[in-house]
């Protein structure tokens, strides 16, 4: 199992939602929650596990995803495959 690591908006915010204490956190624009978000995960694949990060739009839509892997290697997912395993 991967962990996942989502962004998406919240009213005028966006929020960084993970499966760990102190989530979810919430930040002002996209991109400070996006970047939260890739730390995170790759703290997350620095302990060895593969962390999948998420990332929405305001209007709900998947913008990308991607694998963060142990060796500090970002692979991209298919949007598509995020609706099969939603």
């Known amino acids: 199992m991967r962990n996942v690591v989502t962004v998406r908006p919240q009213g005028p915010a966006w929020v960084l939602e993970a499966d760990l204490p102190?989530?979810?956190?919430?930040f002002l624009s996209g991109?400070?929650?996006?970047e939260a978000a890739i730390l995170q995960a790759e703290r997350q694949a620095s302990g060895g596990a593969f962390t999948?990060?998420?990332?929405?739009l305001r209007d709900g839509s998947l913008a990308g995803r991607f694998l963060v892997c142990a060796?500090?290697?970002r692979l991209p997912l298919s949007a598509e495959l995020a609706?099969?395993?939603a």
């Open 22 to 26: 102190g989530y979810p956190l919430t």
């Open 83 to 85: 609706a099969l395993e």
């Open 31 to 34: 991109a400070q929650a996006e």
């Open 52 to 56: 999948e990060v998420r990332l929405f």
């Open 71 to 73: 060796n500090d290697r």
